[in-house]
Structures are given as C-alpha cells and as structure tokens.
C-alpha cells in the first residue's frame, strides 16, 4: 500500500504545482490512470487536502517500495517545497470541507477531487489540471472561463500582486478575454469595465482588471493616472509590465482637418486630452498664444506616463507658396498664427536686412507710413527706436524743423501743422512721445516763465480734478508751483 501511495504522490506533485494562467507540458504529468487500480481513494495519497494538517505529499522514499530498480523502474522525484506558482486564490482543505458538508461520505471525496482534476465522461482518475469549464459550472457562474462577470474572477484567482509567485513568462502567457477584443476597449471601453466590482481584487477596481494588472502597467499610457481611481487602486507591481499594449490612437485624430480643429474638441468639457496629453505635449506648438484648456493638462512627473511625443509639423495649408501669400491671412486672422508663431519668427524674414534683402512692410509701404503710425496699425517701437531711427530718416529726407513756429517740419509734409496739433496730441499723444520730450512742449506751453505761456488743457479741464486725481502728472510742467496747491 505504501508503494501505491507514493506513486499517487508523484500525480499529486505535478497537479498542485499548476498554475491557472499557465501549464505545465503533459509529458511531466504523472500517469495517474496507470495508478487508478491501486488507489480507490485520492486522498490515500493527498491526505493534506481533507485532513488540516495532515502533508499534501507523502515521503518520496515511498516510492521505492515499488520502484527500487528490480520490480518497477526507479523514480527521482521529490514532493514541492515553497509556495505554490499560481495565482489560484484556492485552498484544498477549505474547499473540502464545504464539498463535506454538502455531500457527507467517503464517496463524495472521490467525486470531489475528480469534478476539478476529470473531464466529464473521462474513465476515473484520467487527471488534468484543474478545469476551469467544471469550477464555472459547478459555481454556477453561467459564462466561459475569461467571459466571467468581472466580480467572479476573485473567486478562484488572487489579484497579481497577492501572486507573488508567479514569474513575468507566465504573466505575459495569460490569455486575452473577449472583452479585450471589442474595437472601443483600448480608448472607451476598458475604462468602463475597470470601474469597481466586488470581491478579492481591492476596493475602487474591478476584481478583473486587478487579477492580471497592476498600476505600473497603467501608467505606461496614462498620464492622469494619478487622478483616475482605479489606476490608484490598483497596487504596484512591476511584473505587469510584462503584458504588452500599445497606446492606440483615437479615430478622430487621422482626419484631415484634426490639427486644425483639436482646439475647438479640446475645449470642450467632455474632453479626453487628459488621459494620454501632457502641457509641454501642448506648448510643443503653442508657444506664444496658449489656450486655457492647455492648464487642466498634468505636468509631466512620477506615477504618470511621459505621454506622445509631439513635434511640430506644418498645417496643410502651409503649402510651398504660402511664404508669399500668407500677408492677408496674418492680417485677417493674427490669433491662428500666435498659436504656433511669436514675433521674432516673423522678423527672422521681414526685418530689412544690410544687403537690402526683403523687409516687413510691403512694397510702397514708405508713402503711406504716416497714417499706418498715426492710426497705429502695426507697433513701429517693436523694431524702431523712434527717437532715432525716425528722426535720421527725415532728417535726410528733409522733413525737420527749423523754427518754432512755421518753416518747414515732418509732420505729414504740411508746415502749417503745428497750428493744429494740440488735437493730434490728445488724439495720440504715444505718437508725439516717439520723438518729443516734455521739455519740446513746456518751450511753448509753459506757465511758469518763458515760452508763450499757451495752455496744454483742453477745454473743460478740471485742474481741482486731476489735481485730487494724480497731482504728481501736474508736477512735469509747473514743478514744485502747482497753482492751489500750498
């Protein structure tokens, strides 16, 4: 008897050590079947499965009693030691016991251990692993092995990171359930089924997700993984990694119009930038002019994947002749290429160069400059200094003036317009301020000596006004003197 124990024993070893996600080759099975005659019961050999503390194994040296080299071959073999290489969350005693009291007598053990290890019809003690098909049917579970409703995988599984044991080869082998197949799983779809279940895989995820995922496999594609609750509960593992995914690129993002419409899709609400986008992703392109929507984006840091990598391309409507056509949609739509754009990218071509190259106004832009600067139509002062560059220009052109009153200036080409200038002033006075200095005006204006004492205010001035309003703007004409003031 002891002879036949330490054979079952052998069969017994290489069914324990099966994992559920992974098998081992049946060439390294025990041929149970051979044994059948000389066991009627599988506990004769596995004890430790109805009896707590009884050894699952028996002594190896049992299996000399029949195989000692003269009546039977001789076997190496040694009972496992350590912990199980399985994410089965399955105890053999525990799951005995509640068989027992169901179905008490000794021929429920018989019928206990081949509900799991025999095919349904296969001649007695024709063991397999354990049949993921019978475990489903006897818990009533109603679906296939991987198409389980996603609370019931914590039934018979531990979640990855309780499976200590198993290695990264065995993680990469799991097979893909059906739900994984579906077009809209990788963008829409996993989200959905990753929300929280019940059972062994953690509170805030699904038992599903948590049975063959951890979070560092999340975060390869996730940037907001940080902000998204069931990545959060899930725990770290980095044997997850082993299970390859690719970040799949959303349908919408291979139309045509996507780089110029992203920004109104973006900004909307229900927008889903957040999951894969960083902000530099963004300010890749947006340089100068950023939307608001860019700050709701994460930064990039621990715990986050780094997300896509952006470069910047040419919209397709910069086509090879666009460099010359591209002036009236500047003019008519400057905000577009702020987006991508700053000044100095336009003055890299448009400012005049020594060798008399291309500038920044358009041809016979000279004759018409005046009203484009009184109007302020463009900001001279970006490229200019108007102190100097203007004045040494018609300076030679002319244009200066030689006397306080009439003679010939530069304003316009009309001698006359110093006569009426006081309304120019207060229509722009930023424009006088280019070339004029304070000491220009009080040489006419000023009320405290010399001059033509004529007075700078408008009519309607309230001195008593501005005075209460901002006395130290009085102080650039009457100094120290400002009339009602002690």
Known sequence: MSARLAAALVAAATLVTAGAAARRPATEAFPHEKHAKLFPLCTTCHAG???QGAPVWPAAESCVECHDGRIESRVEWAPRRGPRVTNLAFD????ARTALIRTPGDSAKLALCGSCHNQTGAPRMTVQHAISGQCIDCHELGETHLAVADSACS?????LAEARTLPRERIAAFPKPPSHERADF???GHGKLAEPGQGRGGAGVAASCATCHARDFCITCHVNAPEVGPIEALALDPRSLAIEAKLPTPTGHAKASFQRDHGRDASRSSASCATCHTQPNCTACHVESRPSGIGRLAMPGPGRATGPSIHRTKPTSHTASFAETHGPEANSRPSSCEACHVRSDCLDCHRPAPDGGGGFHPAGFLTRHPTSAYTRDAT????HNPAQFCQSCHQQAGFRVDGRLGGQGFHDGRQAFLIGHGQAARQNLESCASCHAERDCTA???AVGGGFRFSPHGPGFDPDRLRRKNPSLCVACHGTAIPGVR
Do not use: K, R, Y
């Open 49 to 51: 499965v109805v009896d």
């Open 92 to 95: 053999h005693f525990a799951h």
């Open 155 to 159: 039934t018979c599984h531990l979640s």
């Open 186 to 188: 990788g963008l829409e």
């Open 380 to 383: 001279c002062s970006d490229c």
């Open 444 to 446: 006419c204006h000023s």
